[in-house]
């Protein structure tokens, strides 16, 4: 056994059948569509909205809100329509409702309309966010969940990615020609995954007895849940302001931002793997303690420093970060909660909403105060790494305490 996971080497070798790849891709066509494009393809295809007399500078902000207030919906529902619908069913249905959605965008017929299918891209990206992972790893060997998970999770990446590049040379067609491009793609990233979903829940291993199971879990999980509300808080600024931070702040110019802005989604592609691996191989809770400090660093980083190549590297640890903290936070659930599909399910939904319900709290009280503060980037980043470095403190303190249980239960046995 090895000491920092404890899975013996015949585990560690155990690879990815057929039926697990191709899962593991229809995750990442899944989170591609309903999260990496539903959400930051929205970002880049702003002005063209407002010069093209679409809608007002004030309606595109309450539009891009509209994805936010969809994504806690979907994080909330996820599981109760799970509970009616078959995964594999609910899952092509979702992708398909974004596929509809971007394709209904390309036709302005009102304010209402336009927010009424952001909303519904928002819950699809919601609910695939909790039903995803939750539906593909219990049919992937554990020692090589973390890679998978990262390879689910690279479809966050790509979105980003693509927000910076595909999405503006779609723009050269046409702004109903973007939408209807976006929504052409989705189908058949849609199409591709069809058959990749697993078709039915692995048989449930035996529950954990209970004097083996973890007695400090529950409140191990209750601090994950506050970690990753205030990760999102963390994040919100760098995905709000970096562009206007590089371009305005820094003086640098809109398109030397849109540059940053690529970097940082290049970065966000390859995070993900890296760090579900690196879970794989030293555990969640040591690597997701990494990641968070990382990205506290990082984004004190922007709060201090003008220098465009400091910006970059912050740039690259933010994005690289960005998607990656979704798998080590379920790894770090899956840790907490083994062998217990159902459960792990429930604490992944937990933790979603949470993040969503903060990522949009988060959006509108940052908006608020960078408008009333003289729109001071460094304030805004400041509270940023703040947030951070709390989730961290957290997360240090919560896994004290556990040690601690640990090593009491052992003294009094």
């Known amino acids: 056994m090895t000491a920092a996971t404890g899975r013996s080497p015949a585990a560690a070798q155990a690879g990815l059948d057929r039926a697990a790849w191709l899962a593991t891709l229809s995750g990442m066509a ?40 969809g994504y806690l919906a979907g994080a909330l529902l996820g599981r109760p329509m799970a509970g009616r619908i ?7 249905l979702l992708m398909l409702a974004t596929s509809a959605a971007f394709i209904a965008c390309a036709f302005p017929l009102s304010l209402g309309w336009f927010f009424v299918w952001r909303f ?24 090589r969940r973390g890679f998978a998970s990262g390879m689910i999770f690279v479809g966050i990446g790509l979105g980003i990615a693509a927000s910076g590049t595909a999405v503006p040379a779609l723009m050269q067609l046409g702004l109903r020609e973007a939408w209807l491009g976006l929504g052409a793609l989705s189908l058949l990233l849609t199409a591709v995954s069809w ?47 970096l562009v206007d931070y590089v371009a305005r702040g820094l003086h640098l110019g809109a398109e030397v931002g849109a540059l940053y802005w690529v970097l940082y989604g290049v970065a966000s592609v390859a995070g993900p793997v890296a760090a579900g691996s690196l879970g794989d191989r030293i555990g969640y809770a040591a690597a997701y303690r990494i990641g968070l400090l990382l990205q506290a660093l990082a984004v004190a980083v922007l709060a201090v420093s003008g220098h465009p190549l400091v910006v970059g590297a912050a740039t690259v640890v933010i994005g690289a970060l960005t998607p990656s903290v979704v798998p080590l936070v379920l790894g770090r659930i899956h840790e907490l909660v083994p062998r217990n599909h159902a459960e792990q399910r429930a604490a992944w939904s937990r933790a979603t909403t949470a993040f969503a319900l903060f990522q949009a709290l988060g959006g509108y009280g940052y908006a608020h105060l960078f408008a009333h503060s003289g729109e001071s980037h460094a304030l805004v980043f400041l509270l940023g790494a703040v947030a951070l470095a709390l989730a961290l403190g957290l997360d240090i303190l919560a896994n004290g305490r556990g040690r601690h249980a640990g090593a009491e239960r052992e003294s009094a046995t």
């Open 120 to 143: 519904l891209s928002g819950l699809s990206g919601g609910a695939i966010m909790v039903l995803v992972a939750t539906a593909i790893l219990p049919h992937i060997p554990a020692s």
């Open 195 to 241: 058959f990749g979903w697993p078709a039915s829940p692995p048989v449930a291993a035996p529950a954990a007895p209970v004097e083996d199971a973890p007695r400090h879990g529950g409140a191990a999980l209750r601090s994950l849940y506050a970690e990753y509300a205030l990760n999102a808080l963390g994040l919100v600024p760098v995905m709000l302001l």
């Open 86 to 92: 078959p995964s594999r069913t609910l899952l092509r």
């Open 30 to 69: 899944g989170s591609l569509v309903a999260i990496g494009l539903a959400r930051f393809a929205y970002t880049p295809l702003v002005p063209s909205l407002i010069q093209a007399h679409w809608f007002s500078a004030g309606d595109v902000v309450t539009l891009g809100a509209a994805n936010f207030v």
